[in-house]
């Protein structure tokens, strides 16, 4: 398994991604966006220095997404989301992401109670951080 910077060859992919309300629901965004519209979110975003996206593969073959969003350079932090295709989900790439996430040392901080709707129902998003001194990889 690699990481790679999401290119404009894998918007196809990311289109799938984002018209499938399974994937979509719990990433915090509406699920149906064009491809044109995407297209041009692409370009708009490629030099935004406050957001990377990284493509994960096995034997090059899309896997999924990972994003690091609200990039701040000064205080150096981030958020981290993973989106695995569907095709993929339940191998063992990022299911249980808390689980993975303990694992190599990060820290559940705290719980914003009802933070998102998603499925016709209130969702928890649990805030968890990690010091580089902490990382176990």
Do not use: C
Not at 12 to 29: C, D, G, H, M, T
Not at 97 to 125: C, N, V
């Amino acid at each position: 398994m690699k990481l790679r910077p999401l290119e404009k060859r894998d918007l196809p992919y990311i289109y799938e991604q984002e018209n499938s309300r399974k994937v979509i629901a719990l990433w915090f965004e509406e699920p149906y966006t064009s491809f044109d519209e995407l297209q041009i979110l692409y370009d708009r975003h490629i030099l935004d220095q406050t957001e990377r996206r990284f493509v994960v593969e096995e034997n090059d073959r899309f896997i999924g997404v990972v994003e690091l969003m609200d990039i701040d350079t000064l205080h150096r932090h981030t958020e981290i989301q993973i989106i695995i295709h569907s095709e993929f989900q339940g191998h063992g790439y990022a299911q249980a992401a808390i689980h993975i996430y303990k694992k190599i040392g990060f820290i559940p901080e705290g719980t914003l109670r009802q933070h998102f709707f998603a499925e016709g129902e209130y969702h928890d998003s649990l805030m968890m951080g990690i010091f580089p001194h902490e990382f176990t990889f």
